[in-house]
């Protein structure tokens, strides 16, 4: 099983950035997926999550109405659209396949991607 992270890097405060993540190896189609971040000497947080049948997302609070998390279950990928991004988005970000239909606590994700660098400058 692999995820496969992608669309980060440099941007100006403000901007956006789309991220992406496929997952290959099995479907994911009833598990629940996230973004994750970690920011230099932080712990890693959740960012977003979405659930197996892409009803039901999560957002934190340091996020909501920011960034947009959507999963299409046809492509195996999921997505995080990140809009108004601010100097304290910055981060190595990682999408994660959960063992349920929904998860927020990381140790429900058991499927890591490599990560993908943002950085947003002020």
């Known amino acids: 099983v692999q995820l496969q992270a992608s669309g980060g890097g440099l941007v100006q405060a403000g901007g956006s950035l789309r991220l992406s993540c496929a997952a290959s190896?099995?479907?994911?189609?009833?598990?629940?997926m996230g973004w994750f971040r970690q920011a230099p000497g932080e712990e890693r947080e959740i960012v977003a999550a979405?659930?197996?049948?892409?009803?039901?997302?999560y957002h934190a609070g340091s996020v909501k109405g920011r960034f947009t998390i959507s999963k299409d279950n046809a492509k195996n990928t999921v997505y995080l659209q990140m809009n108004s991004l601010r100097p304290e988005d910055t981060a190595v970000y990682y999408c994660a396949a959960a063992r349920g239909a929904y998860g927020l606590d990381r140790g429900e994700y058991e499927y890591w991607g490599q990560g993908t660098q943002v950085t947003v400058s002020s």
């Open positions: 979405i659930s197996g049948s892409g009803g039901t997302t």
């Open positions: 190896g099995r479907t994911f189609s009833n598990s629940a």
